[in-house]
């Protein structure tokens, strides 16, 4: 059963939602690993060593390349992980590189099993059935939309508290109903849903849901959401 710990950010100026996430599951195990898969961003170098300070004392870091690595290297790393941490960048850079490596399918089998995810912009868009909902560019011409699909819900972060930028980006949202059936949740950045199994539930932060057919509803934090 699905185990996803969903973001807009990671944190304030830092990856501490991430961390407080992945806590109970590193805790206590001294020789724990997390399978770091910063694809969707062309610079993950950058990042790699702040990630690894960040996670120090918990886990150690094993950055997944989907260009150099080969898919039983990548699938090793996911095998052997606590959990997989799945931070943001480009949803269509990150989709085509899953695709193009062959490891998507192994991702989701594992995450359908209950291997951890915790995820924050464009890996929480990746958890959903499809990337629809992502703003980036499709720059890398990728063929392949299909997520995840370990929760039934599409995903839009960084959703705007202004009434000016939400008008514009519900609109934008609707778009996609013509088209699709499934709820869209829009997370504000410091929000937090969890998926446990088929709940899913706003832990904290502000989000709305917004339904085919229907009026966009606020979130309550710590309640179930529904389809």
């Known amino acids: 059963m699905p185990n996803l710990h969903l973001f807009s950010s990671p944190g304030k100026d830092d990856i501490r939602y991430v961390i407080e ?11 724990a690993t997390v399978a770091y898969l910063p694809l969707a961003s062309l610079f ?29 290297q990548m699938e090793d790393v996911i095998r052997r992980a606590a959990l997989v941490y799945i931070p943001g960048g480009n949803t269509f850079l990150l989709n085509h590189r899953l695709n ?17 995810v ?24 990728t ?18 508290l202004d009434d000016y930028g939400q008008a514009m980006k519900d609109e934008w949202l609707a778009d996609y109903h013509f088209f699709h059936d499934n709820p869209v ?17 706003l832990v904290r932060g502000e989000a709305w849901i917004l339904r085919k057919d229907q009026e966009k509803e606020k979130l309550e934090e710590g309640k179930l959401i529904t389809l």
């Open 21 to 31: 996430a992945s806590r109970p599951y590193l805790e206590g195990k001294p020789d």
């Open 44 to 72: 993950a170098e950058r990042w790699q060593e702040f990630t690894a300070d960040s996670f120090k004392g918990l886990a150690q870091i094993e950055m997944l390349n989907a260009e150099l690595m080969t898919l039983p």
């Open 100 to 116: 193009v490596s062959r490891l998507m399918l192994f991702l989701r089998k594992k995450v359908q099993a209950g291997l951890p």
């Open 118 to 141: 915790v995820a924050f912009s464009a890996g929480t868009i990746l958890c959903g059935p499809n990337i629809l909902t992502s703003k980036d560019m499709n720059t890398v011409s």
């Open 143 to 160: 063929p392949h939309f299909e997520g995840l699909n370990v929760t039934p819900f599409n995903f839009s972060p960084h959703y705007p």
């Open 185 to 201: 949740v829009m997370l504000c950045d410091g929000a937090y849903v969890k998926v446990d199994g088929k709940k899913t539930t």
